[in-house]
T-cell receptor, first 109, second 113 residues
Framework: KQEVTQIPAALSVPEGENLVLNCSFT??????LQWFRQDPGKGLTSLLL?????REQTSGRLNASLDKSSGRSTLYIAASQPGDSATYLC????????FGTGTSLTVIP | EAQVTQNPRYLITVTGKKLTVTCSQN?????MSWYRQDPGLGLRQIYY???????DKGDVPEGYKVSRKEKRNFPLILESPSPNQTSLYFC????????????FGPGTRLLVL
């Protein structure tokens, strides 16, 4: 069974800092990997989806990379802002969707 | 507006009283799914449906039922709720299952006393 791990569980950074969130998974037989953002009391919002054949995807200040062979993905956030404060989840999509437990990010003004 | 809706958003009930959480999507998606989210455990899939009249178990199906009679609706049924089913529930849909982006509803917070 696929196991998805996100480290760290929580992260606090000053505004303007660049940061990296990590996601690792145990089974490399995946179709794609997706990064989500979850705000308190809200549903999940899709940020980026990387197909298994791709190495990275970019959207604005966000860049996600995928190394399928090593079972790792990173989400890079440039020039962080207080509005980026949320929980970030990665989901690995094989025959089912498997989610990590998330990284709670706080950006301090 | 393209969206996934869930009702109710909040529900308090007692052990053994049957309840249904509705889920509806307006994007003509074939794939729909239910998850529960618990602290420290992340999101775990309960049931999913590839299309009308096609449903399958996820990782934690015990105590739950689903049906998919119409493409847009995928209700989650708890026939005899127990306190260990207290959780935050999410419905999601996608056009082509695991191959594409999932869109999530706003969540239903359930407390079983």
């Amino acid at each position: 069974k696929q196991e998805v791990t996100q480290i760290p569980a929580a992260l606090s950074v000053p505004e303007g800092e660049n940061l990296v969130l990590n996601c690792s998974f145990t089974d490399s037989a995946i179709y794609n990997l997706q990064w989500f953002r979850q705000d308190p009391g809200k549903g999940l919002t899709s940020l980026l989806l990387i197909q298994s054949s791709q190495r990275e995807q970019t959207s604005g200040r966000l860049n996600a990379s995928l190394d399928k062979s090593s079972g790792r993905s990173t989400l890079y956030i440039a020039a962080s802002q207080p509005g980026d404060s949320a929980t970030y989840l990665c989901a690995v999509n094989g025959n089912q969707f498997y989610f990590g437990t998330g990284t709670s990010l706080t950006v301090i003004p | 507006e393209a969206q996934v809706t869930q009702n109710p958003r909040y529900l308090i009930t007692v052990t053994g009283k049957k309840l249904t959480v509705t889920c509806s999507q307006n994007m003509n998606h074939e794939y729909m799914s239910w998850y529960r989210q618990d602290p420290g455990l992340g999101l775990r899939q309960i049931y999913y449906s590839m299309n009308v009249e096609v449903t399958d178990k996820g990782d934690v199906p015990e105590g739950y039922k689903v049906s998919r009679k119409e493409k847009r609706n995928f209700p989650l049924i708890l026939e005899s709720p127990s306190p260990n089913q207290t959780s935050l529930y999410f419905c999601a849909s996608s056009f082509a299952g695991v191959l594409e982006t999932q869109y999530f509803g706003p969540g239903t917070r359930l407390l079983v006393l």
